[in-house]
Structure formats: structure tokens, C-alpha cells
Nanobody, 117 residues
Framework: QVQLVESGGGLVQPGGSLRLSCVVS????????IGWYRQAPGQQREWVAL?????TYRNSVKGRFTISRDNAKNTAYLQMNSLKPEDTADYYC?????????????WGQGTQVTVSS
């Protein structure tokens, strides 16, 4: 079984920074893509940044957020700078790939980010 554990969320003032981490552990998992998503209260979950064959960002976070991966540590990161109140949400990590040739996708439990003065 594959597990994803996010950390790094918290309360930050507007203009501040946070770095989220996502550790992937468990069965041999050939990861083909890692993504960060977020869900604000009363809103649908939306993608924020995706890292696979290409790296893409939601328009509202371009230039402020950076997704990265450390394959040796099985860890993905989301560096968030110049945070805005509208970035407030629960942030989730998603990993997709193959186990024994079968496509699988997994989600973490989420980490809360609050941007407020």
C-alpha cells in the first residue's frame, strides 16, 4: 500500500511563504506524476501545480508557487511565496503511476494553509 503524508501547512500573513512537503512511502511505486491540489471551504478541489512529463501551474499561482521533487527522498514540495488570503485552503498531494504494471493514484490527507493578518 502506498501512503502520502503532507506537512508544512499553517497560519501565515499575506505576503509570507510556506513550503509544503509530501512524503510518498509504501509499495514499489513507479511514480509518473505528482500534483498539488487545494480545496477551500465550500469550494471544489482544484489543481494547483502538476509535475510529470511537463510542469504546469494554475494561472493564479504562476510566479509565486514552485513544485519540485526529490526522488531520492520520495518527497515532493510546494514552495509558496507571496501568499494571498485567497490561497487559504486545505492542500492535498496526489501521486500517480504504476505498481506491477497497474495504474494507480493516491491522495494524502491534506494540510491546512491559512493566509490571514
Amino acid at each position: 500500500q502506498v501512503q502520502l503524508v503532507e506537512s508544512g501547512g499553517g497560519l501565515v500573513q499575506p505576503g509570507g511563504s510556506l513550503r509544503l512537503s509530501c512524503v510518498v512511502s509504501g509499495s514499489t511505486f513507479n511514480i509518473t506524476g505528482i500534483g498539488w491540489y487545494r480545496q477551500a471551504p465550500g469550494q471544489q478541489r482544484e489543481w494547483v501545480a502538476l509535475s510529470g512529463s511537463v510542469t504546469t501551474y494554475r494561472n493564479s499561482v504562476k510566479g509565486r508557487f514552485t513544485i519540485s521533487r526529490d526522488n531520492a527522498k520520495n518527497t515532493a514540495y510546494l514552495q509558496m511565496n507571496s501568499l494571498k488570503p485567497e490561497d487559504t485552503a486545505d492542500y492535498y498531494c496526489n501521486a500517480e503511476g504504476y505498481i506491477s504494471g497497474w495504474y494507480r493514484t493516491y491522495w494524502g490527507q491534506g494540510t491546512q494553509v491559512t493566509v490571514s493578518s
